[in-house]
């Protein structure tokens, strides 16, 4: 079933003891698959970071460094678009290979910012993104309207980044990066509330596991988005 396209109401939460089962089945893979991109993104940054080779590669060669940036776009828009006629295991494993080219994208950062700058802002975005979460899914509000205003503050944020580029200004540096926070701290919320309910309709087994990677896929880059604006914020006095 294309839920999307559908017309139909999803159940509420606090319906019956089968969707409340279904709701929380969903959920714990959603969490479960989430954290495992977050393992892989951490791990081959780490390997990156840590070998001069790799690091020559990536960061030497700037068509390999934008290609892959190119290629974690392509990906998040045709793993979704494609996703009803590939198998769950596809699914999972271009995840798995989406968080693998962030992780190497990221590995910029432990050259730039101590280990114990990354450390500290990871645990208060774990903490941020996880109260949120929380909030989000125990919510009754509906949050669509939310959610809709964020996505155009995204794309606002997206043009005064790029302006930022050519402009250069620390202040406005520092603005885009608070307002990144909020607006991600508000899509962790809201993208939350949105798996659940997804995951409260009536889907069949194979749909409901394609469901929990892209919801994972989801969570996994509010978590790393609001990870990359609050370390730009605390990581001032971090920098190598």
């Known amino acids: 079933m294309d839920y999307n396209n559908s017309n139909m109401t999803p159940p509420p939460y606090y319906g019956t003891g089968r969707v409340v089962s279904q709701t929380n089945a969903v959920l714990k893979r959603v969490y479960v698959r989430m954290f495992v991109g977050l393992l892989i993104s951490a791990f081959v940054a780490l390997g990156i970071a840590s070998s001069p080779a790799a690091i020559s590669i990536i960061l030497g060669n700037k068509i ?11 990906m998040a828009w045709v793993i979704p678009a494609r996703m009803a006629k590939m198998s769950s295991g596809a ?16 590995a910029p950062i432990f050259l730039v910012y101590k280990i114990g700058t990354i450390v500290y802002t990871f645990f208060i975005t774990a903490g941020t993104f996880g109260a949120m979460s929380v909030y989000g899914y125990f919510t009754k509000s509906d949050l669509s309207k939310m959610g809709t205003y964020l996505i155009m503050a995204l794309f606002g944020l997206i043009i005064a980044s790029v302006v930022n580029i050519f402009v250069a200004s620390s202040t406005m540096d520092w ?9 991600f701290i508000g899509l962790t919320a809201w993208d939350t509330q949105t798996v659940k309910r997804l995951a409260a309709a009536n889907l069949e087994p194979q749909l409901a596991d394609k469901l929990a990677t892209m919801g994972a896929m989801t969570l996994y880059l509010d978590f790393i988005n609001l990870f990359l604006f609050l370390l730009r914020i605390f990581g001032g006095n971090g920098r190598d």
């Not at 390999?64 to 392509?74: E, H, K, N, T």
């Not at 699914?91 to 990221?106: E, P, T």
């Not at 603005?175 to 607006?183: A, P, W």
């Open 64 to 74: 390999v460094f934008l290609g892959m940036l190119i290629a974690m776009f392509v």
């Open 91 to 106: 699914v999972f494993g271009l995840f798995c290979l989406f968080s693998a080219l962030m992780g190497g994208w990221l």
């Open 175 to 183: 603005i885009i990066s608070i307002v990144g926070v909020l607006i």
